[in-house]
């Protein structure tokens, strides 16, 4: 694919102050779905809801990363960076898959462990209610940084959307896991959750695959 162009009507001042709404915006959600998807999982024990605040809490790591790399970047050239700083954004966009990666391993070894000694789950409602909110607030997240992604090329923002945009599906998959345990498929919320890391450790692979690039 042929990378878009940065917008070129946009001061370099106006592309920094973007950049750096893009990665406190992305920081702010993280932390959000981390408090709202923990109470979930405390009053349902769902696997699956586990992976999800599991992928949220790689989500803050590597949007804290980002924040700091961009805000790195954005230092103008000197005497040991004669060409800038810009290389900081690739190389974050390395250690979140790194993280991404290990949680991924994590969350198949606890789900093949819930598939062995299944429990039910409690509280269902409360945990589709805390999906669709996070649902929500992801695709908020991902449209403004669509838009800051079209007028900069961040790699760094275009790595963390990437994610984002792949909770949207994890999220969406969780909600029919629990919806399926209501109707007696307690292996659901197992198997979804191995899907879930399945699907991740994917996208994380990709992501630094790209940035090693």
């Not at 009053?43 to 990363?65: H, N």
């Not at 963390?160 to 999220?171: E, P, Q, R, S």
Request: charged share 15%; hydrophobic share 55%; aromatic share 10%.
């Amino acid at each position: 694919n042929i990378p878009h162009q940065m917008d070129s009507t946009l001061t370099r001042s106006d592309k920094a102050k973007q950049l750096r709404n893009a990665t406190y915006a992305s920081v702010f959600t993280a932390i959000v779905l981390i408090g709202v998807k923990l109470v979930a999982w405390l009053w349902t024990g769902s696997v699956s809801i586990l992976a999800s605040l599991i992928d949220s809490l790689m989500d803050s790591i590597a949007s804290t990363i980002n924040l700091f790399a961009v805000r790195y970047s954005l230092m103008p050239p000197d005497e040991e960076h004669r060409f800038g700083h810009v290389k900081a954004e690739p190389l974050a966009g390395l250690a979140p898959s790194a993280f991404i990666c290990g949680s991924a391993l994590f969350l198949v070894l606890h789900a093949v462990d819930r598939l062995r000694f299944p429990r039910d789950l409690q509280q269902v409602g409360v945990g589709v209610a805390v999906m669709v909110i996070a649902i929500v607030l992801t695709a908020g997240l991902l449209v403004i940084q669509r838009r800051v992604i079209r007028h900069t090329q961040s790699t760094a923002i275009r790595a963390d959307a990437f994610h984002y945009a792949t909770d949207l599906l994890t999220n969406l998959s969780v909600i029919i896991a629990l919806f399926l345990t209501t109707y007696g498929w307690a292996w659901a919320d197992s198997v979804m959750a191995i899907g879930v890391a399945a699907y991740v450790f994917y996208g994380a692979v990709r992501i630094g695959y790209e940035a090693f690039q």
